[in-house]
């Protein structure tokens, strides 16, 4: 089996991977809060954890893991997006909008995540659907005395778990005096945090033993991956900005909740996103969503393969040079499969995926290693001179092997290059395959080529790259391809 090694914040050193039960391997990732659409930076964890699901199951089988990311759907980000919607003149109630709104931005994650090529993970619990579990674990923090009521509010108390703080790196007292928390009145210590607070009578609330309210945003988590995952779980993931607070708070709060179990025993955090070397901002004017990028005509594959391109634990850095030269790559792998119909029309054996690409990704989840594999596979494949050496088998094989890595990384090639032959401009080219064919095996016996020179002038004035093999013809059409260019040639 397969040794995966990846690096735990928690103990700040790579470890080997051992699951709790290899049978049934446990991950959680903190996702969105639905109020809008997905930027850069809610969608790098996306596709770094989906990575990490898809070797997970490779590893130890589809059936034997669990992966868990959950929808934040109460949140006073959200019910501040829909007081602004009911002030730009939306008749309906509070609750109604927020219900709307949360259900909507849902199905755009789904959507611009789908795009991205990311497995659905096996539960994406929503917060409101857990109210109990949370209500129920809040009491047990209270009966061990680790939480107290103040005011309406229940808070934890930090100064009851002697180990806060040990994830990110700090002491209670020095997270004081650098942070920004929220200073309240009834706050035993100004590190202590929500876990229930007041609801008005318009917003979203439900009853419990300290009145009617809503949970604290930590708490979500915490009660939702204990009820799907259990008290100790392999894998808990997300960006590095959560480590502090939201990651720290869970730790507290659920080894507090349930001293016998562990938690979560390894720790994954991806750094941030950057936009032409800067910190994304809306105020720099360099802020984009998932669906901004889609609609500006950016491929999906291009941008999940920017995200890969750096590792997790490295700033990503999203350039336009860097998204259009990788596009290029692309379009000439897809049209170069393309070509191959027995490899697009016959199953994909998933057994084929390049052993040095697991190899990549089992060592802490090396992503720009493994694609630096794709990559030279890629272009190995494109007529390269080795490769026109080997017979048809062999040739079939390697583009196989190809597709099988291309698609255990989540790009999804053989659908691409289907489309691509299918495409009427496609179906044209198998017509000039054939005369220009025909006008070589002409030329051959006449040793006129007059004809064979004419028609490949025409094709790359098109846009079509010629490539003639031996035993061969192929045409490409590349991104500037005009095929009403050769319609003298008809």
């Known amino acids: 089996m397969t040794e995966i090694t990846l690096y735990n914040t928690r103990t700040r050193r790579k470890e080997t991977f051992a699951p709790l039960d290899p049978s049934n391997v446990r991950m959680y990732v903190c996702g969105p809060t639905v109020y809008d659409r997905a930027h850069l930076g809610n969608a790098r964890p996306v596709v770094v954890f989906d990575v990490l699901y898809r070797l997970l199951r490779h590893v130890h089988g589809a059936d034997h893991v669990t992966y868990v990311r959950n929808f934040t759907d109460v949140d006073d980000k959200i019910n501040a997006r829909a007081r602004e919607m009911q002030e730009a003149g939306d008749g309906r109630a509070l609750n109604d ?4 709104l ?3 931005t849902i199905a755009w994650y789904h959507e611009d995540m789908g795009a991205l090529g990311t497995l659905p993970p096996t539960h994406e619990p929503r917060a409101t659907e857990w109210i109990g579990a949370m209500v129920a674990m809040i009491e047990g923090l209270l009966a061990k005395g680790c939480a107290y009521v103040a005011e309406g509010h229940v808070l934890f108390d930090v100064r009851s778990y002697p180990e806060y703080g040990k994830l990110s790196g700090r002491s209670v007292d020095d997270m004081i005096a650098g942070s920004r928390v929220e200073v309240a009145p009834y706050k035993r210590d100004p590190m202590d945090f929500v876990l229930w607070k007041p ?5 979203p609330g439900w009853e ?9 945003w930590h708490i979500e988590c915490s009660a939702m991956s204990r009820e799907l995952l259990g008290e100790s779980f392999d894998i808990h993931g997300g960006g590095i900005d959560l480590q502090f607070p939201h990651h720290e708070n869970e730790i507290a709060q659920s080894r507090c909740a349930h001293p016998e179990g562990e938690f979560a025993r390894v720790w994954m955090h991806n750094e941030m996103v950057q936009v032409e070397g800067k910190k994304m901002s809306k105020s720099l004017g360099n802020f984009f969503t998932v669906r901004d990028l889609l609609d500006q005509g950016w491929p999906g594959e291009v941008i999940r393969f920017v995200m890969l391109s750096t590792h997790y634990r490295k700033p990503m850095d999203w350039t336009e040079g860097k998204a259009r030269e990788i596009g290029r790559e692309w379009d000439r792998w897809v049209a170069t499969l393309s070509v191959d119909h027995e490899v697009l029309d016959m199953p994909l054996p998933q057994d084929l995926v390049a052993d040095e690409i697991i190899e990549a990704l089992a060592d802490d989840l090396n992503t720009s290693l493994a694609l630096t594999h794709l990559k030279r596979m890629g272009r190995f494949i494109d007529n390269s001179a080795e490769f026109l050496q080997l017979s048809d088998h062999d040739q079939r094989a390697a583009r196989q092997e190809f597709a099988a890595s291309a698609e255990f990384l989540g790009f999804d090639i053989i659908a691409k290059a289907r489309e691509n032959r299918d495409r009427p401009a496609q179906k044209d080219l198998e017509y000039f395959e054939l005369a220009l064919a025909d006008a070589r095996t002409t030329a051959k016996e006449t040793g006129n080529f007059v004809e064979v020179d004419r028609i490949k002038a025409a ?5 079509v790259e010629v490539r003639m093999g031996k035993d061969r013809i192929e045409l490409i059409p590349g991104p500037d391809f005009d095929p009403s260019k050769l319609e003298t040639l008809k």
Do not use: C, K, N, Q
């Open 208 to 216: 419990s033993p300290w009145g009617r309210g809503r949970p604290g």
């Open 102 to 104: 949360t259900d909507e």
């Open 97 to 100: 909008i927020i219900r709307a």
């Open 199 to 203: 609801s008005g009578e318009d917003e």
């Open 459 to 463: 094709l790359v004035d098109a846009g």
